[in-house]
């Protein structure tokens, strides 16, 4: 009974260590904790996204996007829309030699970090693409503090298709 008991202790810890996990997840609409909203600070590269073609991406392979709502250099994607949209923080990154055009950094408004741009748009990964090559966030639509947002991957050679997530994000 003892080899009993102790895997019913150890399947008990783990429902309640899932059940923290899934609490964490700022699932309720409110303004994410800033520490919790950015991904941290990363090389960018290039990889081959099927449908899509060549597309920048973070240092875990995960697709970048931008929206058309962040014009000029001008970041609009602040408070709730960082529980959805995680900046490409650049801290501490120093542009490589013979990186891909039109990459570059701002400041953002809202703590004064270091974000990856491409062609002057911010650069964000998306919180529902978990893995290398998932593009959950193309063409997607959604809306934080009044401000309807529109996203792309950032595609730097091929043809950027409409995911399924046009007419919008599920919770969003």
């Known amino acids: 009974m003892g080899g009993y008991s102790r895997g019913l202790a150890l399947v008990a810890g783990l429902g309640a260590a899932a059940a923290v996990l899934v609490a964490c997840g700022n699932g309720t609409g409110a303004a994410p904790d800033p520490d919790d909203s950015v991904m941290a600070p990363a090389a960018i590269a290039t990889s081959?996204?099927?449908?899509?073609?060549?597309?920048?991406?973070?240092?875990?392979?995960?697709?970048?996007?931008?929206?058309?709502?962040?014009?000029?250099?001008?970041?609009?994607?602040?408070?709730?829309?960082?529980?959805?949209?995680?900046?490409a923080l650049a801290a501490g990154t120093t542009l490589p030699p013979?990186?891909?055009?039109?990459?570059?950094?701002?400041?953002?408004?809202?703590?004064?970090?270091?974000?990856?741009?491409?062609?002057?748009?911010?650069?964000?990964?998306?919180?529902?693409?978990?893995?290398?090559?998932?593009?959950?966030?193309n063409e997607a639509h959604d809306r934080f503090g009044g401000t309807s947002f529109t996203w792309h991957a950032a595609v730097v050679a091929g043809t950027a298709v409409v995911s399924s997530n046009e007419g919008g994000i599920p919770g969003y």
């Open 98 to 137: 013979g990186s891909v055009a039109g990459l570059s950094v701002i400041k953002r408004p809202d703590d004064g970090r270091e974000q990856f741009t491409y062609q002057g748009q911010p650069l964000y990964e998306f919180h529902l693409d978990g893995m290398a090559g998932q593009i959950n966030g």
């Open 48 to 87: 081959s996204v099927a449908g899509l073609g060549t597309v920048l991406v973070d240092a875990a392979g995960k697709t970048l996007y931008f929206t058309d709502q962040d014009t000029n250099g001008t970041v609009r994607c602040t408070g709730a829309c960082l529980g959805a949209w995680l900046p």
